[in-house]
């Protein structure tokens, strides 16, 4: 239903990494479309009217390479092709929109999505946290690598998000309150990973906030000691379309021992 | 912009943020993909790119640009169905109409990749597809139909001269004979 | 009758799998412009002040209409049926729901008229808001409707549908129990797949061609021509494929706008409603409100039933009268109690006025009476289906409204199902049929009762 009155809207279409690099520039005045998934509808419906719209489509950031103890991941790849991705990441995968969406959308995409008007979005965030993730941006300074939990709180409208540097080789969990259908939005769920030997215990959640946030209070105790109550110190809930704060600070603690629980016995 | 659009050569002057399904309906006439919702949740306005399955309403024409894309017009004619299209009109698997070529263009990419797929890949493959009419019922059985290539030739579709009633599961008592 | 149970091929299959059915928004005519509405933010609100002049002038815009543009402006679907009218196609002093439309426009493309709707000045004087029917007779309830909080113009100006037969303070009396409940089934959204969506283009002989999802034709031709004050045989309206109505495209939602549209521009207008509009604002089941009350002896009869029922009708009357009218006739469900005491009220809220959907009236009362008898049975300790098979009518016995059943499948119907599923059953209930008239079951006392009404 879109019409043909974007012509003010001056779209970039770079053929490189370097050229969406030099394109995006500081990234002032710049909207990136990856996917299109989240940002179409907006477009469509006249919601948003960007000025410069910087589409990644063609710049050659859909490529996976592995790199000795992680996985290199384009911010172009399409979740559909992040079916072998390290667990808990490819299970949040497969609960994405359904498989046309996840035909289309980009896990860079994905990481960048705003929150939602009335329910959260970006559910790979948390799994992308819990694996101890770092993703390389592009933007003012120049381009750098830091942890996801760091990019999510900055603003990710600044940064061109080039690739995700993933590792591989440990062992993930997740528990997730959701309803179990195509398109369904996540009330709440826990992405939990540790290396083998049991240690480096890292958990995330998704929907207690506008973004994913890691759980260092549960992380403190180790494997052994972790407390699942104490994942209320690192959250701010609040009431949305899908569920209560006091819900999902209710079921909180719970995701996050069976999240724990599978990680000690996988199934 | 060009497009190959069913195996034939289009060139297109929407804007480069316009959707897919805005070109194809509005620009070129192509209504087989339907607009239901715009916004990716329905599934109405499914294509093949590249033989693959995307929703059109979310696909801005731009990443497009020198593709090939199929519609549910290039899958089979009413003087040839194709073998999912002819499941779909045998087994009843469509009752408005509206929700039947994101349907038909699924099923045709779900096949191509997996021949033989079970209850559970089947009701995964069409998981975005809304049906408002039918229940989904008769849709999996259709599939399972064209999967099986249980597809009765178009001549042996009766007519109404040739109908044979069907038997009921549960006689009523007293219901007419 | 070979046609019945038989497999025949759907005359319109081939079209549907091949992408060929035409649904409105697939007809395209030459120089076609496009609709946007201007529709209320709030609630409740009085329109202080309404100017499209803004819009009017902007590049590309062809048309605006509003209430001065509509010939007759209030017109009651349900007129010939006594249902006085009360909606306007286009809001004039006041909104009663968000989403209420109060100005439309068509322009050169989508975007140019949505660009003009944003440029329409709109001043609103908010008022305070009704959601809640339980509270519509509250005295410090907002009047919400010109006519009151509730529907006044049943029969004889009667603010309720009301239906009396029997001595129902007798059956409480000589009830060993009474069981209660109260039903209260939400709004649902039918949500068919095809968006509300209208083609209007005018001839150049006077007439206007349009192309409507209609569920019913002829009654939207009915409603275009009453608005418009024209003729039938200026109309000539094509319809054919709907995509999904369920009863919400009855509405005429969208032909009548748009045919004033198209008169005014002199062109071709296309009305599509986005999937947002159609949750927001189309009319939806209505939720109700269902309170009954059985009286029921040890052995399984039901003696009476009291039941009040509050039906939501949005903000406007539409169809419900009807609706509710059809409810109070069917209240007992497939079973027959002699003695009935029902009262029904069309209440008014600041929602979206709520319209018919499969079973329209009907479907409230079966679920809540189908409920009811389980609860009834299970107080009792009485096998369900004895207790309907009891209860059941029979022929001869006659509904709320003194209709007498000529044909209830009732009793034949609860036996197949028994014996479907191997559900052991007395042999008392076995050999039960529809053909005893359920008089002469009924305790003696209740047997005169049985077949008399004075249903309003």
Redesign the interface.
């Known amino acids: ?1 879109s ?3 974007h012509e003010e809207q001056d779209v970039l279409l770079p053929r490189s990494r370097d050229e969406a690099i030099a394109a995006f520039g500081t990234g002032a005045g710049i909207t990136v479309l990856g996917g299109g998934t989240i940002l179409m509808p907006e477009l469509s ?2 919601r948003l009217k960007p000025d410069r719209v910087l589409m990644l489509a063609r710049a050659g950031l859909d490529e996976i390479r592995e790199n000795g103890t992680s996985l290199v991941i384009g911010a172009g790849v399409r979740l559909a092709d992040l079916g072998d991705a390290p667990e808990p990441l490819a299970t949040a995968v497969r609960r994405v929109g359904d498989p046309e969406i996840r035909n289309q959308a980009t896990i860079g995409g994905n990481l960048c999505a705003s929150p939602g008007p009335d329910f959260p979005r970006g559910d790979l965030q948390a799994p992308l946290i819990a694996l101890g993730a770092t993703v390389r941006s592009a933007g003012s300074g120049g381009e750098r690598s830091e942890p996801v939990e760091d990019f999510v709180t900055g603003d990710p409208s600044a940064r061109l998000v080039l690739e995700l540097e993933v590792p591989t080789g440990r062992w993930g969990a997740s528990a997730s309150v959701r309803r179990p259908h195509a398109h369904a939005y996540t009330i709440l769920a826990v992405s939990a990973s540790m290396a083998t030997d049991g240690s480096d215990l890292r958990l995330a959640v998704t929907g207690a906030g506008p973004h994913a946030a890691r759980l260092r209070s549960v992380e403190e105790g180790g494997l052994a000691g972790a407390d699942p109550e104490r994942a209320l110190n690192d959250i701010q809930p609040v009431d949305d379309a899908l569920a209560s704060a006091w819900y999902r600070q209710k079921m909180l603690p719970v995701l996050v021992a069976r999240a724990l629980s599978e990680l000690k016995e996988p199934a | 912009m060009n497009l190959t659009i069913n195996g034939a050569e289009y060139e297109l002057s929407s804007p480069p943020l316009a959707t897919l399904l805005f070109a194809l ?1 509005e620009e070129v ?1 192509i ?9 990716g ?2 599934g ?1 306005c499914t294509v093949l790119l590249e033989g693959e399955p995307v929703r059109a309403c979310l696909m801005p024409l731009a990443a497009v640009d020198g593709a090939s894309i199929t ?3 290039g899958l ?3 003087e040839r ?1 194709s073998t999912v ?2 499941a ?3 087994e ?1 698997g ?1 009752q ?6 994101g349907m ?1 263009t699924a099923t045709h990419a779900l096949l191509e990749r997996t021949p033989s797929p079970t209850r559970s890949d089947i009701e995964e493959a069409l998981s975005g597809h ?4 039918t229940g989904y019922v008769k849709i999996i059985q259709a599939v399972e139909a064209a999967a099986r290539g249980e597809v009765a030739e178009e001549s042996a ?4 001269a040739d ?6 599961d ?7 004979a | ?10 005359y ?12 409105v ?2 007809v ?1 005519v030459p120089d076609m412009l ?1 609709a946007k509405a201007l529709r209320s933010p709030v609630h409740h609100a009085g329109i202080v002040r309404l100017d499209t002049s803004k819009a009017e002038a902007m590049a590309g815009v062809h048309a605006v209409v509003t209430y001065k543009d509509v010939p007759r402006n209030v017109y009651g679907h349900l007129e010939a049926l006594g249902i006085p009218g009360d909606e306007p196609l286009l809001a004039e002093d006041d909104v009663r729901y968000k989403g209420q439309p109060i100005a439309v426009v068509a322009a050169e ?4 008229a ?1 660009a003009a709707v944003e440029a329409i000045e709109l001043e609103l004087d908010e008022r305070p808001a009704l959601f809640d029917i339980r509270k519509a007779a509250d005295p410090d309830a907002p009047k919400i409707h010109h006519w009151g909080n509730w529907y006044p113009h049943f029969e004889a100006e009667m603010d309720r549908r009301q239906i009396r037969k029997g001595d129902i303070d007798k059956a409480f009396d000589e009830a060993d129990t009474i069981v209660s409940g109260v039903y209260r089934p939400a709004a649902i959204e ?6 509300q969506t209208a083609l209007v283009v005018p001839e150049a002989s006077g007439r206007l061609t349009i192309y409507s999802c209609t569920q019913a034709l002829y009654f939207s031709m009915g409603v275009v021509a009453a608005h418009l004050e024209w003729p039938l045989n200026k109309l000539k309206f094509v319809g054919g ?4 109505g ?1 009863g919400g495209k009855v509405d005429t939602a969208t032909e009548t706008v748009t045919s004033l549209l198209a008169l005014k521009s002199g062109r071709p207008v296309k009305w ?1 409603w ?3 509009e159609e949750f927001l604002c189309s009319s939806t089941r209505a939720p109700w409100h269902m309170e009954i009350s059985d009286a029921v002896t040890k052995d399984g009869w039901i003696l009476g039933r009291r039941m009040l029922t509050l039906h939501d009708s949005g903000a406007y009357a539409r169809f419900s009268p009807y609706g509710v009218t059809k409810h109070s006739f069917h209240h007992t469900g497939a079973y027959t109690i002699p003695n009935l005491h029902f009262d029904g009220y069309v209440v008014f809220t600041n929602r979206v006025p709520t319209t018919a959907m499969r079973g329209f009236g009907v479907t409230s009362v079966s679920f809540a009476t189908e409920v009811h008898v389980s609860r009834t049975a299970q107080v009792l300790g009485i096998d369900p289906f004895e207790f309907r098979l009891r209860n059941a009518n029979r022929i001869g016995d006659t509904s709320p409204n003194g209709i007498s059943y000529t044909d209830p ?1 009732t009793v ?2 609860i ?3 028994a014996e ?1 599923i191997g559900h052991e059953l007395p042999a008392e209930y076995r050999t039960m049929s ?1 053909v005893p008239r359920a008089a002469e079951l009924l305790p003696e006392h209740l047997t005169a009762q049985v077949g008399s009404t004075e249903a309003h």
């Open positions: 239903m019409v043909a009155a419906a006249g | 309906r006439g209504t087989g993909p339907k607009a239901g919702c715009n916004q949740g329905c109405a519609t549910v017009e089979g004619q009413p169905l299209q002819a779909f009109h045998q009843y469509s408005c109409g509206f929700c039947t070529p038909i809304v049906c408002r009419c579709l009766p007519g109404l109908a044979q009633p069907g038997q009921p549960v006689v009523i008592p007293g219901s007419p | 009758m070979k046609a019945v149970g038989a497999r025949l091929p759907r319109d299959g081939v079209a549907h799998v091949t992408g060929r059915t035409a649904f928004d697939d395209r496009w493309s989508e975007e140019a949505q039918h949500c068919p797949l095809e968006p494929t709907v995509g999904g369920f599509r986005t999937r947002e499948s034949p119907t036996l197949a199902i479907a529809r």
